[in-house]
């Protein structure tokens, strides 16, 4: 059996849900919930996106991230413009979503805190980025999961298909 307190997915999970316990009425007091933070987050990091591609910056699967986005249209947050690619759309910030953000700007400066406080900063630079090569390899190790079971499904059905 794995020791839970040695296994990275658990560790960082506990993280981020703590994180979110502690920030998820601050959060409601302004109209957001996480999903809703982390699509106006990232669209104020990287600039308007198409749905796919926001939807694996933001971790949230395309059909439930469309629905949403559906809503925060609906609310002014964000806004869906053509991409100029066929039916492609590209979503970016709505003028609502830009107040929220800035009304939200101290909450996250909060957060921040409590990790420079407690990481020197040299620390909490290499912690960035081993995070962020930890999650390139975990995103590679999904994809070749997802292959994998997409190839048995195949052959599963191939085997039927003869049968």
Same mark, same amino acid.
């Given at each position: 059996?794995?020791n839970?307190?040695?296994?990275?997915?658990?560790?960082?999970?506990?993280?981020?849900?703590?994180?979110?316990?502690g920030?998820?009425?601050?959060?409601?007091?302004?109209? %957001?919930?996480?999903?809703?933070?982390?699509?106006? +987050? !990232?669209?104020?990091?990287? #600039? $308007?996106?198409?749905l796919? /591609? *926001?939807?694996?910056?933001?971790?949230?699967?395309?059909?439930?991230?469309?629905?949403?986005?559906?809503?925060?249209?609906?609310?002014?947050?964000? %806004?869906?413009e053509?991409?100029?690619?066929?039916? +492609? !759309?590209?979503?970016?910030? #709505? $003028?609502?979503?830009?107040? /929220? *953000?800035?009304?939200i700007t101290?909450?996250?400066e909060?957060i921040?805190?409590?990790?420079?406080?407690?990481?020197a900063?040299e620390?909490?630079?290499?912690l960035?980025?081993?995070?962020?090569?930890?999650?390139?390899?975990?995103?590679?190790?999904?994809?070749?999961?997802?292959a994998?079971?997409?190839?048995?499904?195949?052959?599963?059905?191939?085997?039927?298909?003869?049968?």
């Open positions: 059996m794995t839970l307190d040695e296994f990275l997915p658990y560790l960082m999970r506990r993280i981020s849900t703590r994180i979110a316990e920030i998820a009425q601050d959060l409601a007091d302004i109209g %957001l919930n996480h999903e809703r933070w982390r699509v106006l +987050a !990232v669209l104020a990091e990287f #600039g $308007p996106q198409t796919n /591609k *926001l939807a694996r910056l933001v971790s949230i699967n395309v059909s439930t991230l469309s629905r949403l986005i559906d809503r925060m249209n609906e609310e002014g947050l964000t %806004l869906r053509p991409s100029g690619e066929g039916r +492609a !759309v590209r979503i970016s910030i #709505g $003028p609502n979503g830009e107040a /929220k *953000l800035q009304q101290p909450l996250i909060d921040k805190l409590v990790a420079s406080e407690t990481l900063p620390e909490l630079k290499r960035q980025g081993d995070l962020r090569r930890l999650y390139s390899a975990y995103d590679r190790f999904a994809a070749a999961r997802i994998k079971h997409v190839a048995r499904r195949e052959h599963a059905l191939h085997d039927t298909d003869e049968a």
